[in-house]
């Protein structure tokens, strides 16, 4: 739907929808927000208002497990699985249960290696949401709890020209070096298993 037809707010933002009563229409309506809200601009390179906007719509999503769990296929062998809901870009995380710390740090020094520093360590419950972007530094996010699964949503930055397909850096903490990885592959996609 081009965004001219749509109702506009003064930063040319699409005003927040009402949330569904139905819970299956509910948290496929915040995924078909995220869309219309993101458009054709890059998650990178959002406007504040596009930001701002999409940081309001996670909000206030209430996490309701029968609305989302047919995209949350679990391992109990991995220590997370990818179940793609959406090709979307963004740079959020929205706890659907249990609780994640985003442990975040400062860039490394690439003249001095040596251990990263922390600059926040945040525990994140459900209903929760996270922001991320490079000019923050580079963050981890973890279970600080084994026995209990948690579900997250991300909306997360794979451009340029996509992580999810070419990969990325990750950090090594205790040295700041950054090594090259492949994304690990998605575990499902829209609700189906994808074939091993």
Same mark, same amino acid.
Request: proline share 18%.
């Given at each position: 739907m081009p965004t001219a037809t749509r109702n506009l707010t003064p930063s &040319?933002? %699409?005003p927040l929808k009402s949330l569904l009563a139905d819970p $299956? @229409?509910?948290f496929r309506r915040l995924v078909k @927000? *995220? $869309?219309i809200t993101l458009g054709s601009e890059n998650g990178i390179a959002a406007s504040d208002a596009v930001r701002r906007k999409l940081q309001d719509m996670l909000q206030e999503y209430q996490s309701d497990e029968v609305a989302w769990q047919k995209y949350a296929f679990r391992d109990p062998t991995e220590t997370f699985t990818r179940n793609l809901v959406d090709r979307g870009n963004g740079n959020y995380n929205l706890i659907l249960r249990g609780t994640l710390t985003e442990t975040r740090y400062a860039w490394p020094s690439l003249s001095? %290696? &040596? %251990?990263?520093q922390v600059t926040q360590s945040t525990d994140f419950h459900r209903d929760e949401v996270t922001y991320m972007a490079d000019t923050l530094g580079l963050h981890k996010i973890s279970n600080p709890n084994p026995s209990e699964y948690a579900v997250s949503l991300h909306w997360k930055v794979y451009t340029p020209p996509n992580a999810? *397909?070419?990969g990325c850096k990750i950090f090594n903490a205790e040295t700041g070096q950054a090594t090259h990885v492949k994304v690990y592959e998605y575990y499902s996609e829209f609700g189906r298993r994808c074939s091993d």
């Open positions: &040319g933002v %699409p $299956q @229409d509910h @927000d *995220i $869309q001095k %290696p &040596g %251990p990263m999810a *397909i070419e």
